[in-house]
């Protein structure tokens, strides 16, 4: 019998598992899943070098490990910092972590144009869930946000840098996916820009993916810009025989309309793996020119996970949660997000609306 | 007079080249270093207390013991000159004037650790330097100090000079080991640290110019010896450059035992404030670290003087303290604006940031428009607050210290200066005609009893 591995024991926000060695401490956070696990922005499990820039991940090291029990002296990257034995780790149980987490997504903010309304990603974007978890609801910036003009990369992929976080990742999808480096980054800095150096194509079978690992709007696939929201689209899984690719999507249709096809994600966000066990990523000619659904087998509907705005409407393979609420807070006490009467402009507890005798006027909202 | 050590023959005509380096002494502590085990080398860095002249102050010794040794994997050795920080030009001089005191350290610390390859990284400015450099490397070779089978040790050696393409960024030692590589000059996230996977994967030990050149003293007088120069755990010499509004500009060599008010008024170091001005506040360690009042500057909190040592500088932590840094010795006297002096050291850091990492990419744009504002008098008051929390947002998040060393002086004018801030935001009209000058900045501070 091979002799038994060695697992480490880590403690995340007063949660024990076992982990195998070399495993991240976000890993390990996503193993128990939940609110425990830190946000990431820029980490991709599927790309190599990835994680360590966005620093919305950060978390704190309350004991190093059993040998060496000292805290760590700053807040560490979770999805960059292995366990090691006995690691102690608090995530959203220190405040210190919050706080840091608010500034960066701040930080993120402050130059993001923040055209949701407009942005096709808006929906199944990683930057807007954070900054709805983490964000004000104020902007302390009153600068010109930085600005791009929009550039074409090739006729399937735009790259609109304006709303750009600088993750990296689809810097390092088209390092490993593709056999020739086409586009990187330019100047250094906030004035630092994803760019393909002179206006050039990018020209390859797999470079479509650079879609799907983008976190926020910044590339776009042209073949779908504004043709529907997501949430009124319902994402099918589907495969094809594909002699490129895996050829396993999803399909995003509204009644028998394709309207796009991207590659199956798993609750991270992040590309699976096919069922062959083989990386999930799928080609150019499944993602922009199979719009059809005669060319697809379909499987059934997607899972969505039902706090997600795209399961609205559709709520597919939803049971009512049985487990009551302290079962599923394990014993934390409940996060509260934020307040709702100091946000709303219109929910004020002191103004009594049903006191007036007329249709309610925006002026009745100013009184102190 | 203080004991000179590195740049004991800094003055002699022709140092620079070969002969005359040779006939005053030079190159003897590379036959010594021959005669000894590299393992013995280091223990005697270790002895001296040596710490990184770089800024961060690390004990050098205990670096070079970190050095992983795997059996069939090359190690490197990699000279940080790429010297950037604003106020510091001490290893400028040093390679300037004294080239071959460089190389001789680099031939002793190659041996200590097992480089066969070393590298000098240079800032890109320093193009003229680039050539002294060569040409000292040129004439070591020819003489048989560099090259195969050194001295019949059998130990061969060879050093490269890479000139950067001037980026501040590339002095964080994995930012350059980057950039040595031919790769865009982005830190790398640590662990694995240098000392373990560095240059094109293998262990590296990255060393500041002047850390390298004071193992030649040390090698020549002994670890011990060298020790005894200096107070406590600051042993040694230092070299400062001092700028500013001083009578003596200059780069000059300390022994840590005199007091920052002997190094600013005496005539042989800075030779006092120029024009008869008064001391307002200064920057005693390149223009990362702390800014410090006058009152602060020469006494400590506690009342005790301040001198020019590690510990001695950093008294009283970021409170009231600052610290050695690199040694760039920038005094401001009464006439200077400490808020347009902040604002430019935020431009610095904001045309600086790699851009990898958040918060130092959006923090020091935002700083910089803040302090732009407060500057040209569009400022408000809660925008001194709002400095101040987003300094505190960046300090400690980010990948590299750039991060730290863009908060740093933010931080520490805000909490030094508030009401020479405060006064611009107030008197927007009256703030764009004149400075806030001394004001109270000298005043003798009330000591705690």
């Given at each position: ?368 | ?54 800024g ?29 920080e604003p106020g510091t ?79 501040y ?75 500013g ?36 506040a200064c920057i005693p360690g390149g223009s990362s670290v702390p800014i410090l009042p ?24 970021f409170?009231?303290g600052s610290m050695?840094g690199s040694?760039g010795f920038i005094?401001l006297?009464?006439?200077q604006c400490v808020v347009h002096h902040t604002l430019t050291l935020a431009r610095f850091y904001r045309h600086e940031s ?6 130092c990419?959006?923090g020091t744009?935002?700083m910089e428009?803040i302090l732009?504002?407060i500057e ?8 001194i607050?709002?400095l101040w929390?987003i300094q505190r947002?960046i300090e ?5 210290p750039l991060g730290d060393a863009a908060a740093w002086p933010v931080a520490a004018a805000i909490r030094h200066f508030r009401?020479e801030f ?28």
């Amino acid at each position: 019998m091979a002799e038994e591995k060695k697992l480490f024991k880590v403690t995340i926000d007063n949660i024990t598992i076992d982990v195998e060695p070399g495993t991240s401490i976000l890993n390990a956070a996503r193993t128990i899943g939940g609110d425990v696990t830190p946000p990431a922005m820029c980490y991709y499990s599927k790309l190599q070098g990835s994680g360590g820039k966005c620093r919305t991940c950060l978390v704190e090291v309350a004991a190093g490990s059993t040998a060496d029990p000292r805290p760590m002296p700053k807040l560490v990257a979770s999805c960059r910092t292995n366990v090691m034995d006995g690691m102690v780790v608090k995530n959203i149980t220190s405040e210190k972590v919050i706080d840091a987490r608010n500034g960066v997504v701040e930080f993120l903010l402050i130059n993001h144009p923040l055209d949701c309304p407009i942005c096709d990603q808006a929906g199944e974007c990683h930057l807007q869930d954070l900054s709805y978890e983490h964000g004000k609801e104020g902007t302390r910036y009153e600068f010109k946000r930085r600005s791009f003009d929009k550039v074409d990369l090739g006729d399937k992929i735009q790259l609109h840098m304006t709303r750009c976080i600088l993750c990296y990742r689809c810097v390092f999808t088209a390092d490993q996916l593709t056999a020739k480096r086409e586009h990187g980054i330019l100047d250094r800095g906030d004035h630092a820009q994803i760019a393909t150096m002179i206006q050039k194509n990018l020209q390859n079978d797999f470079i479509g993916n650079v879609i799907d690992v983008c976190p926020v709007g910044a590339l776009t696939d042209k073949t779908f810009r504004f043709k529907n929201r997501v949430w009124f689209t319902k994402p099918v899984d589907a495969h094809r025989n594909c002699n490129k690719c895996c050829g396993e999507v999803q399909l995003w249709m509204r009644g028998e309309e394709v309207f796009r096809v991207t590659a199956r994600k798993d609750e991270w966000g992040e590309i699976k793996d096919s069922t062959q066990g083989k990386p999930g990523w799928i080609c150019n000619d499944c993602r922009f020119d199979k719009k059809e659904t005669s060319d697809w087998v379909i499987e059934g509907p997607t899972k969505i996970d039902r706090h997600s705005v795209i399961s609205q409407g559709h709520y597919v393979g939803v049971t009512k949660p049985t487990e009551t609420f302290n079962a599923v807070h394990n014993g934390r006490s409940p996060k509260l997000l934020m307040d709702i009467h100091d946000v709303s402009e219109v929910n004020k507890q002191h103004i009594e609306l049903s006191a007036l005798n007329r249709p309610a006027h925006s002026t009745d909202f100013d009184k102190k | 007079m203080g004991r000179k050590v590195l740049l004991e023959h800094a003055k002699i005509e022709g140092i620079r080249y070969y002969d005359t380096y040779r006939k005053h002494g030079g190159y003897t502590a590379v036959e010594k270093a021959f005669k000894m085990a590299p393992n013995d080398i280091v223990e005697e860095v270790k002895k001296s207390g040596l710490r990184g002249r770089g800024g961060a102050g690390f004990p050098t010794g205990m670096k070079w013991s970190f050095l992983a040794k795997p059996e069939g994997v090359p190690r490197y050795l990699v000279c940080n000159a790429d010297e950037s920080e604003p106020g510091t030009f001490k290893d400028r001089y040093l390679m300037e004037f004294l080239p071959h005191l460089l190389i001789e350290g680099l031939i002793v610390a190659s041996y200590a650790l097992g480089s066969n390859r070393t590298y000098i990284y240079i800032r890109g400015e320093y193009a003229w330097i680039v050539d002294i450099l060569e040409q000292a490397i040129d004439e070591a070779n020819a003489n048989g100090w560099l090259g195969k089978n050194i001295l019949g040790s059998g130990f061969d050696c060879q050093i490269y000079v890479q000139r950067g393409a001037g980026a501040y960024i590339c002095g964080e030692e994995t930012a350059l080991i980057e950039s040595l590589e031919g790769k865009r000059g982005n830190p790398r996230i640590k662990p694995p640290f240098p000392a373990v996977k560095g240059l094109w994967d293998c262990p590296t030990v990255v060393n500041n110019v002047e850390t390298l050149a004071a193992v030649v003293p040390i090698l020549n007088m002994g670890g011990e010896e060298y020790a005894k120069i200096g107070i406590g755990r600051s042993t040694g010499t230092k070299l400062i450059s001092a700028c500013g509004n001083i009578n003596k500009p200059g780069v000059y060599e300390i022994d840590m035992t005199i007091s920052v008010e002997e190094f600013l008024y005496s005539d042989e170091y800075c030779g006092g404030i120029a024009n008869g001005k008064k001391l307002k506040a200064c920057i005693p360690g390149g223009s990362s670290v702390p800014i410090l009042p006058a009152n602060l500057l020469l006494k400590t909190a506690k009342g005790e003087t301040r001198m020019m040592t590690y510990e001695s500088l950093s008294d009283g932590g970021f409170a009231t303290g600052s610290m050695m840094g690199s040694g760039g010795f920038i005094v401001l006297d009464e006439d200077q604006c400490v808020v347009h002096h902040t604002l430019t050291l935020a431009r610095f850091y904001r045309h600086e940031s790699c851009g990898q990492c958040s918060p130092c990419r959006e923090g020091t744009g935002w700083m910089e428009k803040i302090l732009k504002n407060i500057e040209y008098g569009k400022g408000k008051t809660s925008d001194i607050d709002l400095l101040w929390d987003i300094q505190r947002k960046i300090e400690g998040n980010t990948i590299c210290p750039l991060g730290d060393a863009a908060a740093w002086p933010v931080a520490a004018a805000i909490r030094h200066f508030r009401d020479e801030f405060e006064w611009h935001v107030q008197n927007p009209e009256e703030s764009q005609r004149r400075n806030f000058g001394l004001a109270h900045y000298a005043d003798p501070l009330a000591v705690n009893a």
